[in-house]
């Protein structure tokens, strides 16, 4: 066994070797010559004394000697046509890394002499060369089309075309392969070239070698991204040729080839080019969606009963916690996360991780669905109907992932089978063969939107019921399927699940006790969106005991350092969902897990102290475990409100988020930013003590280079400002310009122009005097912004805060007034009190604004038709609240005072201390970002 997995001690005793080894200066010779001198060594000993120099060279060939550099080099170049295969490969390996130290441009003989070589009438010294510069091309291929090398490429291009006619298939296979590297770079030197090249392809089209076959099908479908032009005169033959490859006896060149289809489907031109030949292309890739023998090994096909296996290392992928981003809702939808967006496309097969025929074959036929839509079911149902109910397994597999991966394309044409597969596919999660089940699981959830819009007996209640027996099913691959699919089915349904709530979470429950490492991930998933989509539905005594027990039970499991932390930390958004659970901060839940995210903040923060101070002796410290943290602090804050001044009096939390708001890395700040502004909504107590430090913290990340950051300072400098109030003023002048100068600046994404727009008009709100002298300068492109905003606490704050500023400022907002009235316009139904000030600011606008009292004519007339379009405008129910100054009788907000008879002069401003909504994406109003 030692032999298959050598004890790690040794190892390292190794690695310790060759690092003593490699202080003596002549130790690279001896590698070198073992390599290429040493022949009565057996060929893998060489090839591993030239792997050794390899990593030598990408570690210290800055520290090499120039006697020995140049030794090695000679040695190269000299031994790049050894008879062996491997050693010619394990040169050119060589030759490519000294390369790719920067010697290209101080080894100015090696790319002629390369060349030179491929010359040779000794096939050895002319393969050995082809394939060094294979990876050259590989490895620089922007260095060799550029000034710095006097552009070799120029040379280079014509020479390979050469070789494509060479009778060697290998030196045929290289020569294609060298071109194709300059294709998406568009070369220029390619390009002078390309019409020969082209017809260079052409020629060798069928030819016998499949690697050669290979390179011009990978060859084509390049071309067709970057230089379309040139192949439309050819482009019927093309389709035909790729036909033919597609269903190439070699898998490899079948891949490639259809990959054609998958990058056809992205041009305007592909409804044009294939409409008459789907008749061809459909069938071709309904067969290559069939699992091939070798995949069914890999994926154990043949193993139905594998839960008690523990996952092996390579099953489980890495997780990389994604920091939070504070949105706004919009009408019509639900708050977006812009350039925040972390799309994840389910796969069907996961576990077979390599990109292969299946894959590829699903997803160009999915991508056509996309385009051609329903045109395409009279070529797929007769097919359809034949695979769905094969009796080989393998065959009725593959009908289900067809079935899947039309179902975004052809959604309304399948509308009309749909009531009668559903039933089917049910069935089929009943299937002996787990490929089937677990296939059927994940094409289910591509038709959980359909099954939703049904009455639930008819197809949800019996879909969740038999997803929810796959949730415990006996092999690991369904459980993972049939977890991905419910968690999708939550998200359509939403509180159409309510009525089952007990029996689902029994069965998440249950599932805790018999999945291994990998599905426990999936199932944190699955909790997670349960309790977004049902939300407060969720906040009943007896589902919290029974699912808090379990996920207690897994976090102490784990220790600190164990980045299984970081999906059961993501479980706060069941936290934060359920006020029963979070009413009191002596909860058995929350105490606990606070203290642990207080406890994983500070340690991360003494390694990275000490990482910095030593970094010979430390080693950096994973911020993850930090972020994750502050993530769910913020959930806790949310959740339990004014419940959370308990514990934080009882922590150093505060010197923590001084220490985290200041850090190098981006997603940290982030994360800071984002609890920094709950904890200012849930305990301001603690935080205002702080301020006079956060403030300028706050203004120099207000930085737009970082969106998220600078979203989640902005959202919080908003928060802080509602509590405020009044003693705001000494900070407006350390965020205001650069508040300004993002809601102006081009292309900024349109979470942060809310924000930002939010944050401005509550500054105005409680400092209207300090704002309102800069309204000319972001009057316009603050109402462009929260036009489309829905009714909240937040746009409420933010519209009394630019009524304030124009009763400062009239003058302000003179040349942008019609904007002011269509974003007044987007409210649906304002508080009697805002919806007054919206009336006051309007007629002060119809009068002139020197005080003269005669009628306006002309454009204030079209502006007054503007206005009487506002439904809530044209009959207020009174107005005495603009002289009184009377605010809404929100329990939340204070009075508003204004002097009799003197609008916009107030005397005392209002702000809002626990103005509503919500930070995180997805659920809320406002708008912090996660990780």
Not at 712 to 734: C, H
Request: hydrophobic share 40%; net charge negative; proline share 6%.
């Amino acid at each position: 066994m030692s032999m298959i997995k050598p004890d790690a001690n040794v190892v390292c005793g190794y690695v310790l070797k060759l690092e003593q080894l490699n202080q003596f200066p002549d130790f690279n010779n001896y590698l070198i010559f073992v390599l290429t001198r040493l022949k009565s060594e057996d060929e893998p000993t060489r090839s591993l004394s030239g792997l050794i120099l390899k990593n030598n060279v990408k570690a210290h060939y800055q520290n090499f000697p120039p006697a020995v550099a140049d030794f090695i080099k000679q040695e190269c170049l000299s031994n790049i046509g050894d008879p062996s295969p491997l050693i010619r490969a394990t040169i050119g390996i060589l030759i490519t890394t000294i390369a790719s130290k920067g010697e290209l441009q101080t080894w100015p003989e090696l790319l002629p002499q390369l060349c030179n070589l491929l010359n040779s009438e000794d096939y050895n010294t002319c393969e050995g060369s082809f394939g060094a510069l294979q990876k050259i091309c590989e490895d620089s291929s922007e260095l060799l089309d550029s000034d710095a090398l006097n552009r070799p490429l120029n040379i280079m291009i014509p020479k390979f075309l050469q070789f494509f006619k060479h009778c060697s298939p290998k030196i045929r296979s290289h020569a294609i392969a060298c071109v194709n590297q300059f294709i998406i770079g568009r070369a220029q030197a390619l390009m002078d070239n390309i019409d020969p090249f082209i017809e260079s392809l052409f020629a060798l089209a069928a030819d016998e070698d499949s690697e050669v076959r290979k390179n011009v099908c990978r060859a084509l479908v390049m071309l067709l991204e970057v230089r379309i032009d040139r192949l439309i005169p050819h482009m019927h033959s093309i389709v035909q040729y790729m036909l033919q490859r597609t269903q190439d006896p070699d898998e490899n060149v079948a891949l490639e080839a259809c990959e054609f289809w998958l990058t056809l489907a992205e041009q305007p031109i592909c409804k044009e080019v294939l409409s008459g030949h789907l008749v061809q292309l459909i069938p071709i890739l309904v067969n290559g969606m069939k699992y091939s023998e070798i995949d069914i090994i890999l994926l154990k096909g043949d193993v139905e009963e594998d839960e008690a296996v523990p996952d092996s290392e390579q099953d489980i992928k890495p997780r990389f916690h994604k920091s939070r981003t504070v949105t706004l809702q919009h009408e019509g939808g639900e708050g977006e996360e812009g350039e925040d967006i972390d799309e994840d496309d389910d796969d069907d097969d996961d576990t077979l991780s390599d990109w292969n025929l299946r894959k590829c074959s699903a997803a160009a036929l999915d991508v056509l669905a996309n385009v051609f839509r329903d045109e395409l079911l009279p070529h797929l149902l007769p097919l359809l109907k034949d695979l769905l109910f094969h009796p080989d397994w393998v065959i009725k597999e593959s009908g289900i992932l067809v079935l899947g991966a039309i179902a975004e394309g052809c959604v309304q044409g399948m509308v009309p089978y749909l009531p009668e597969l559903i039933p089917h596919l049910i069935q089929c999660l009943c299937d002996k063969k787990a490929l089937v089940r677990s296939i059927a699981c994940w094409t289910l959830s591509r038709y959980a939107h359909w099954v939703v819009s049904q009455p639930p007996d008819a197809y949800l209640k019996p879909l969740m019921t038999e997803l929810l027996k796959r949730i415990l099913d006996g092999n690991k691959r369904v459980q993972e399927a049939a977890c991905s699919a419910f968690a999708t089915l939550e998200e359509e349904a939403c509180t159409e699940l309510v009525p089952y709530l007990g029996f689902i979470l029994d069965t998440l429950v249950f599932a805790f006790g018999k999945y291994q490492h990998k599905n426990l991930l999936i199932l944190y998933d699955a909790i997670g969106t349960l309790a977004d989509s049902v939300g407060h539905h969720l906040n009943q005594p007896e589902y919290i005991q029974k699912l808090m027990p379990p996920l207690i039970q897994k976090w102490n499991e784990l220790k600190d350092e164990d980045k299984d932390l970081f999906p059961l930390l993501e479980v706060r958004n069941v936290c934060h969902q359920w006020p029963q659970l979070c009413k009191v901060a002596s909860s058995p839940y929350c105490e606990p897990v606070y203290q642990r995210c207080v406890t994983l903040v500070q340690k991360t923060l003494a390694q990275a102290m000490m990482y910095n101070q030593h970094p010979e002796q430390y080693e950096a410290p994973d911020k993850d475990f930090m972020i994750v943290a502050l993530d769910l602090l913020s959930g806790l804050a949310e959740g339990l409100g004014g419940h959370v001044e308990r514990l934080v009096a009882r922590s150093n939390i505060m010197t923590l988020l001084f220490q985290c708001m200041q850090d190098t890395m981006p997603e940290v700040r982030q994360s800071s930013f984002a609890l920094l502004g709950d904890l200012t909504k849930a305990c301001f107590l603690h935080v205002k003590p702080c301020i006079s430090e956060f403030m300028p913290i706050l203004g120099l990340n207000l930085n737009p280079e970082f969106i998220s950051v600078c979203n989640n300072a902005t959202w919080a400098i908003g928060e802080i400002s509602i509590q405020m109030g009044a003693e705001m003023e000494p900070y407006v002048g350390l965020v205001l310009n650069n508040l300004v100068e993002i809601i102006n600046r081009p292309n900024t994404p349109k979470t942060l122009l809310e924000n930002t727009a939010i944050t401005i008009g509550r500054l105005g709100y409680v400092c209207p005097q300090e704002v309102a002298p800069m309204l000319p300068q972001f009057i316009r492109p603050w109402c462009q912004s929260l036009r489309n905003i829905r009714d909240n606490e937040e746009k409420d704050s933010a519209f009394r805060g630019i009524c304030l500023m124009i009763g400062v400022n009239p003058g302000g907002v003179v040349q942008d007034f019609i904007f002011f009235c269509d974003a007044v316009a987007s409210w649906v139904s304002p508080k009697d009190d805002l919806r007054d000030m919206f009336y006051k600011v309007s007629c002060f606008r119809l009068l002139p604004v020197r005080g003269r009292h005669s009628r306006p004519t002309g454009p204030h007339n079209n502006l007054a038709n503007v206005l009487r379009r506002i439904p809530f405008l044209t009959q207020p129910s009174h107005f005495s609240g603009l002289g009184t100054g009377t605010a809404s009788s929100d329990n939340h907000l204070k009075t508003l005072k204004l002097r009799e008879g003197h609008w916009g002069n107030s005397s005392m401003c209002v702000y809002c201390p626990a103005a509503g909504g919500g930070r995180l994406a997805r659920r809320s109003s406002l708008h912090p970002v996660s990780v």
